[in-house]
């Protein structure tokens, strides 16, 4: 059966589901030039397609845009066409980073999956992955869609991290990306409390905020509130190191820092509406909330959803700094084991998710932002003009700090990139989907702790969300 | 008569087999967990850390109030429900149980959303009252659990000792307290023990209701979500020995009454 290697502990635990998997194998042959690639994704992650009719995208170039099949279905048929072989997708999904991990530790095997960044560096510290072959990153081979289309952007944040002096897009291909902020109800908030975490801790909207019920979420934030003063002040502001000592201030795990951002955490949770999983999107539109800590993609189906019942939200990337986050596909040593024609298939996956037309599938079926910026393709620009163009040119205003996502050199191409959109878009999807220049400049990636401090995280965590014993006795 | 033995022994392979593969080795497994550090070595280290802790501590304490106030409520709420269904003479007093047992044909996440609509609208703002919100749906969630064996209980017990009762000149309440109460004991024990468990464990519960404050059950969750196996499963390990000594605790009760009846 497989042959992953496990810990004996883990042995007898799985010993069942072997026993079961044994029985039931028998019946599940598949012929044997057809490459099986098992694939794990994040829930409702993907272009499933079955759109109707009306819902095709019509760019101002002509192209139509319309996804009928899955994409996992189209990518089978397109790799059947391309290189005359079967491949059959087992395509299954997963809800957390941490879920997935324990999956795989206990024996669970996938070819391809699609982690957060720091998971992917934690994979990558443990050896766990399988790296892309040097074809991969040749831009200029026909089919090789993700090296000629990756935003020069994302290219340079992959270029800044390295685990254990290895890059990390040996291992990793991007996916989608984002940043970390605020929805808020501009009826209720000022644009300039929603540019500040401490939001979080403002006693006049006692109970009427939530925050992410996530560790490396709730930090995140906390630690931008304890850091405040330092991260604005001007000497580090202006410096031209600035995005790096900002990158080393929220990131760090010592001792004094996790128990200060324990305390702020202790007073947040005192204070906001709740730490939410998933209801936060819903409360956002239901108004039981009137903030709300979210990931970009989710607060532009927020911003949507709310913008159908009638009402007008607004995102906000934080002026003391954004967490900046991405997903990326990395092929598993377990899953791969030195299949050439699996290896080529994954790979070829990610290709074909990267094309400018499937990007932009995905960005309308799951409103993330895909890591692709088109190449030589114009594709995506016209997608976001698609989307956001202004109608009416009387409150026309030129978005124009964004070049730097499609191409290095970005003062000419903030030009050629300008979006002539509506003043609300500013601060709405647009905002949230293409962050400006000047809000990726205070992003920084949240890197991946080693276990002395994730431990230290973890223990302060479990310190905020329990219950204080002193508290039963009166003590404060 | 031998054979027909060996037939019913036969019987119970099945489920003896699901016994061994899905209750005994899972908890082998949380057990061995429990009693090793990360690298397989024995260690107690993580079951004497959940009693010094004072936060984890804590976290029991917190479960133990809420269990022990849902499963009051609860009891409260469904012992005049049974009875009357019980003893009532009502033509069709399995229709009138279907009733009060036809939440549980909804998904209870589904029920708990509902409730939640209806508990904004009195309260205004769920986050005010977390621990209120909370008892009050793990009650609504859990209270055919307590319905149900009264129910069967007290069906069960015989009419003529009430009457017995009251001929010798109890009072309403004597009969109650000396003769119905104490029979339906069995009854009562294992509606308790089928709300409180859960009542301690339940966290989606509280997510729901926007209750941040961890109960046992998430703090298992939590520990299992930063890959610390080791301490999530010994604090399983605990809340089942926890249950472990209170189900001995009541059966003692329970037989001590068989052999004085």
Known sequence: ?476 | MKTSFFDRRQLAIPYFIYLVLFVVMPLLVVLYYGVTDGEGHLSFYNFTAFFTNSKTMGTLVYSLIIAVTVTLICLVLAYPVAYILAKGQYARKHSFLMVFVLPMWINFTLRITALKEILTLLEGNLAYHPFMNTVICMVYDFLPFMVMPLFNALTKLDKSMIEAGHDLGATFWQVLLRVILPLSIPGIISGVTMVFLPAMTNYVVLDMVYNSTYIMGSLIGSYFNSYDWNNGSIISAILLMLIGFFTIFTDKIISGKEDKA
């Open chain 1, 1 to 476: 059966m497989n042959k992953t290697s496990c810990r004996m502990g883990r042995m007898c635990g799985f010993l069942t589901i072997i026993l079961f998997a044994a029985l039931l194998s028998g019946c599940d042959k598949a012929d044997s030039d057809t490459v099986t690639l098992r694939i794990c994704n994040w829930e409702e992650y993907i272009d499933e397609g079955d759109w109707d009719e009306d819902e095709a995208i019509e760019l101002d170039d002509g192209t139509r845009i319309i996804g009928q099949n899955s994409l996992v279905e189209d990518f089978e048929e397109w790799y059947f066409e391309t290189y005359g072989v079967r491949v059959k997708v087992e395509y299954s999904t997963f809800g957390t980073n941490e879920e997935l991990y324990n999956q795989i530790t206990i024996g669970d095997v996938y070819d391809l999956v699609c982690p957060s960044e720091y998971m992917i560096m934690k994979m990558m510290r443990e050896g766990m992955l399988e790296p892309y072959s040097e074809d991969f990153s040749d831009a200029g081979k026909a089919g090789n869609y993700y090296s000629k289309g990756v935003s020069p952007y994302i290219r340079g944040v992959f270029d800044n991290l390295s685990i254990n002096g290895e890059r990390l897009d040996k291992y990793a291909a991007g996916y989608m990306w984002g940043t970390l902020g605020i929805v808020y109800n501009p009826d209720e908030i000022t644009d300039e409390e929603a540019k500040h975490w401490n939001i979080l801790l403002n006693k006049d909207y006692y109970r009427r905020i939530t925050i992410k019920d996530s560790v490396r979420d709730a930090y995140f934030a906390a630690i931008a509130i304890d850091y405040f003063d330092e991260i604005t002040d001007p000497v580090i502001k202006n410096s031209p190191d600035y995005n790096r000592r900002l990158s080393e201030m929220l990131n760090r795990t010592d001792p004094d820092t996790v128990k200060e951002v324990e305390e702020i955490l202790i007073r947040a949770k005192d204070n906001v509406y709740s730490f939410e999983t998933d209801s936060g999107k819903a409360d956002m539109v239901t108004g039981k909330v009137i903030a709300n800590e979210q990931w970009s993609g989710d607060a532009v189906y927020t911003l949507d959803q709310a913008e159908e019942d009638g009402f007008m939200l607004r995102y906000s990337a934080p002026e003391e700094g954004t967490n900046l986050w991405f997903d990326g596909w990395v092929m598993l040593k377990a899953g791969i084991s030195e299949d050439a024609a699996k290896k080529q298939a994954a790979e070829a996956f990610v290709n074909f998710l990267s094309r400018p037309e499937n990007a932009v599938r995905n960005m309308y079926y799951i409103g993330y932002t895909s890591v692709i910026s088109g190449g030589d393709s114009d594709v995506i620009f016209d997608y976001i003009n698609y989307n956001y163009a202004a109608e009416d040119e009387e409150d026309a205003v030129g978005y124009d700090d964004i070049g730097y996502f499609f191409e290095d050199d970005s003062e000419d191409a903030n030009e050629k990139y300008t979006v002539i959109t509506t003043k609300d878009q500013t601060k709405r999807q647009l905002y949230a989907q293409y962050p400006p220049k000047s809000v990726v400049d205070r992003s920084v990636v949240m890197a991946c702790f080693d276990d002395e401090s994730n431990e230290r995280i973890n223990r302060s965590w479990t310190n905020v969300r329990c219950f204080d014993l002193k508290k039963l006795f009166g003590r404060k």
